[in-house]
């Protein structure tokens, strides 16, 4: 049987960042709930989704902008390195695997009903 770790994220996408062959793409999940009052409060969460895959990552450059509610879905891993003093840090990587864009579709449907209504 084979074993793993995933992650799902739907949110919002913040920024892109190139590092080394990786895209990164910071995506915001809405944590909010109502107060006391019953107003909705909000309370995003930033989390930095990591892409390997250059075809995933093409995709996305071309695909995704600030703002778009996105899907990601891929594996988790805990990493470590050795700091500056010589001591352990440990972190997670969310190796995004797929990447969806439910805005990117959104705008497709109202530009062909536009087009359909010319």
Request: proline residues 2%.
């Amino acid at each position: 049987m084979r074993t793993f770790a995933q992650f799902e994220i739907i949110g919002r996408v913040g920024k892109h960042k190139e590092v080394g062959n990786t895209l990164r793409v910071s995506v915001a999940a809405e944590y909010g709930r109502k107060d006391d009052k019953g107003e909705f409060q909000s309370k995003p969460y930033w989390n930095e989704v990591t892409i390997f895959n250059e075809n995933v990552a093409k995709w996305v450059r071309e695909n995704t902008q600030p703002g778009d509610i996105v899907r990601a879905f891929g594996t988790v891993r805990q990493t470590s390195w050795e700091n500056k003093e010589g001591g352990t840090e440990y972190g997670i990587t969310m190796a995004a695997e797929d990447f969806d864009n439910f805005s990117h579709d959104e705008r497709r449907r109202q530009a062909r009903k536009a087009q359909q209504d010319q």
